[in-house]
């Protein structure tokens, strides 16, 4: 009978978690499908309450069954005011159930719910009808029905149903087999269902066979007055309801951690076993050994999968939990719901349902405004509130954003200084983003009203908290007046993470790579000094791009003794703590490794600098570094907190994704600003004075097995140089590297400052030089914009003949083609457009698929190929192609993605939706290679 | 508090007998998982001084525990030490000694109290002492030590 019981729950739990989505979806889509879905899964509750003897919740459900059965035979079109008379129904058969798994019986409280429960959608119901409340509501219902009489008799029939189960309380608890007590729930109301032809032909009796397979209800369905789309299969019809329940198999959690734990373990077991294998030359064993690998690879991977569960299926509860919101709180908002099929581990889905939970509800109550101040602020009256998930980098990452008020720094801060979180005199140093990080401090609450939504002081605080205890992090960007998106970091999986090994004396440690920002390497002079460490007040820092780097050494916090003067060089590993970024100093990085963390005596991990232990491939172990622990045992941030967070959130891209660009900012002499995109750096390098050869004129330096010649930007540019610069002096001079068509360019700058996100175009209209993109504005200074690409084709023109005459006949055939560009990022949509315009084609720009689109649909014959970006907001670029596809009107041509998404599955799914060729962006030579050959311009 | 005082009085205890520093020791077999040979140990810096390092005990970990230390004898010149692996709760603890001795059956009423003049910070990891033909046996209360060991910092 337990187990039976368990089955009940297990069973109710699918059935209201489908209705309540079901119910959503069917506000958006209406199908046929879907309200007998909902019609169907109320039903079957019915008849399993009616089973175990759950009177009140066959009671409710049987209400419910009669209200929804004129959506079943599309007599009325669901819309808000149904769901609104539904939800309560299942909210007290939740209820209900709750309290059931502890007490397995219905007490007298249900019997009070339920039937204040029925009263109240029935009388809900008879609202509509009769319009005795809201005449505007009654008007829309009645639409509903053809004809008034339809209408009164629908009405009495939720009337008369629910007395009829009401009546029949009594035999219910007399008759316990369960064949009398299936037929009871609806027996009294048979009569009344008999009109509805819904089972005339069996009478009473077989109507609630109650332990109602799925193929009887589905023979119920075929038998009623809906047909079927027909042809339907009727399993299918019973998939669409929701996810299929075919072919799964319930499976306790427990068994799936412990296979997990084997799996680590098999790993290990591997990792050993391949070690071991690479001192033997016994070919057979190396053979098993790399079947051994890949078994066990695969294995690990389907082994993660059960665990996955789509985040989907937290985020569409979420639906429910703004409408209530909105409408309490009296506000008008619509949830959208992105990426739902992200998978996350499960546990980890479960941590983060109500962290997740708690900040919808701060975004609905504390961020958005109120219908009527959001239409004062001139904004539309809807307010939005969006949830993206997404994988980034072996993460998965949450983002929620409102389109509300956005955060008040000043409010803020007078909060923090009011709850004592902050002192005043600390208030002067604080970036934007170190203020907005406040509300996640202990104790803080921006509510100026305490309301019963939120704002009961615990909050943000416990977020970050539960958060950071599966390994995540939270970050929080918000613009005045435009909203606030919250964002969450979310590892895959638990059990096992990458990491990075280093080695400082004879000890290895791993450091989670999720901690890892970059490695920066070190050489020492002769006497076993470190160049670039500089000592301050007792602690070494680091010049990082111009930023001061606080830095711990491994050896020396953790007092190994090392001849580390062996070695001629060190490393810094530029760690992320939750409170800034510092660098740790240690003598060799290893390897990256994925580890199974295992955990330590708690006597151990309470020392606060491990989270845990791993076992090496070779037998060894290494212990885990505590990243934020060792941040605050060496005390680091105490001073130069401020500092660093600001440093760090010069990195963090904020608000809108799309018109972001890095820069590289260089120094090159004179007091102008110098500056290079991001995306055209290949990599930065230092070469000493002696490196560096001449050929003829010509700088060069051997780089990688080859020659890499260098360009002075600052010849180039003809900038004079300043009388007091030293950079005769300099031992060695700062390169960027930049790859074209396969090759490397050296440019010299002076310096390399920093790198700096900007939001904002270009302005290209001040272009006094060649080499020039245009100008932008970082922090209130005026920022020129090298053009990197254009400097180098002119510097290596003179000495790489170009073959003039045929370029000269592509260009004039390229000048009669005109070319469609679809690309959302400002930058990268000029640099795309500029260089086709220089190479003779005619560009016409869109900034999304959408414009694209409407340009492709204005001028059907207009344009001879298409080249668009892949992910752009509104409509991307794999839609683009396809509705391009599909429009009879347009005149067919060529179409090339090009995309910084370059993978196996990316590419397959942009030539799938009609891409003839799908390419990495920013590779103009082989774009416009590309181009030529389709438009047939190949020289 | 010991695990001992629960044992019924007239059944016979078997000890697990080792040597560390001259000194003959015993603890409950019960409590051992299992005896194994020197390991290679991974030193855990800063961790308090009793404990020697972590070992891979075939893809477990074990922590391992200086008698030496909490009996406050003389360090040790040996440089290898058996390992007596004790499971407590989730983990595993390897107690170092220098040498294994036999499994030895003892008449617990015939256990004495550890003397008074012991310092208590030894006494407390002991349950009594017991007295073989030649020499005295300690015999070893291993939730004492693990309740000095969690306290610890």
Known sequence: MDLNLTDFFDEADEILERFYQNLNNILNTFNRNLSNALYRDVHTLKGSAGLFGFKNIAEISHTMESILEPLRTGAIHPDEQLVDILLPGMDAIRGICDDLRKEEK?????????????????????????GEINPEIAYSFSDYFETESELKHFYERIKNNSRGVVSSQEKYEEEKKPDAIDQIPVGDVSGSEKDTSENSEKGPG?????????????????????????????????????????????????????????????????????????????SELLNLNQRLNYVTAELQEEVMKTRMQKIGSILTKFNRVVRDLSKSLNKNCRLILDGVDTELDKTLLEAVKDPLMHIVRNAVDHGLETTEERVAAGKISEGKVEIRAYHEGGQVIIEITDDGKGLDPEKIINKALEKGVLKESDVEKMSDRDVFMLIFAPGFSTAEKISNVSGRGVGMDVVKTNIERIGGNIDLISVKGQGTTVKLRIPLTLAIIPALIVRSGAERFSIPQVKLVELVKIEKDENGVSKGIEELQGTQVYRLRGQLLPLINLNQILGIDSDG?????????????????????????????????????????????????????????????????????????????????????????????????????????????????????????????????KTGEQEVVQYRNSLLPIFSVKKYLSIQSDTNEKSSENASRSVVVIQRSGKSYGLEVNRIVDVVCVSGDINSEIRDRKGILGNVIIDDDLVVVLDTMNIIIDMTSHFEKENNNTKKEIRSDRSKHNILLAEDNNFYRKFISDSLTQAGYHVFAACDGKEALEMAKKFPAKYSLLVSDIEMPEMGGCELAMSIKKDENITKFPMLAVSSKYNDKAIEEGLESGFNKYMEKLKMDELLETIDHYLNLAA | MSVHETNEKDVPMQLSTFMIAGHLYGIDVRMVQEVVKPMKMTRVPLAPEFVKGLINLRGQLATAIDLRYLFKLSESEQIDSMNVVCQTGSSAISLLVDEIGDVIEIDPDGMEPVPQTISRDIRKFMTGVYKVSDTLLSVIDLSGIMKFINSSK
Do not use: W
Not at chain 1, 111 to 129: K, N
Not at chain 1, 582 to 588: D, K, M, Q
């Open chain 1, 106 to 130: 219905e007490s007298d409280k249900h019997q009070v719910m339920t039937s204040s429960v029925i009263t109240a959608m029935v009388g809900q119901v008879s609202d509509f009808v009769h």
């Open chain 1, 565 to 693: 003067g062996s070695k001629d060089s060190e490393s810094i590993v530029v760690l992320n703590a939750d409170s800034g970024i510092f660098g740790l100093v240690v003598e060799e990085i290893e390897d990256s490794n994925d580890i199974v963390v295992k955990p330590l005596m708690q006597f151990l991990k309470d020392l606060s600098f491990y989270s845990g232990a791993t076992i090496m491939g070779d037998g060894n172990i290494a212990l885990t570094l505590d990243v934020t622990g060792l941040a605050i045992k060496s005390g680091i941030f105490s001073e130069n907190e401020a500092k660093n967070s600001h440093h760090e959130s010069d990195h963090e891209p904020s608000g809108h994704k799309t018109d972001i660009t890095e820069y590289l900012l260089v120094d090159i002499g004179r007091n102008e600003k110098y500056a290079i995109p991001l995306c055209m750096v290949h990599r930065l390098e230092d070469f000493s004075n002696d490196l560096i050869k």
């Open chain 1, 206 to 282: 077989p109507i609630l066979e109650s332990h109602i397979r799925s193929d009887e209800v589905k023979d119920m369905d075929s038998k009623s007055q809906i047909s079927e789309t027909s042809g339907s299969d009727q399993r299918e019809s019973r998939d669409s309801g929701s996810q299929s329940i075919n072919e799964t198999l319930r499976v306790p959690v427990q068994i799936l951690e412990n296979l997990m734990n084997l799996v680590g373990e098999l790993v290990l077991v591997r990792n050993q076993h391949m070690q071991y294998g690479t001192h033997s030359n016994d």
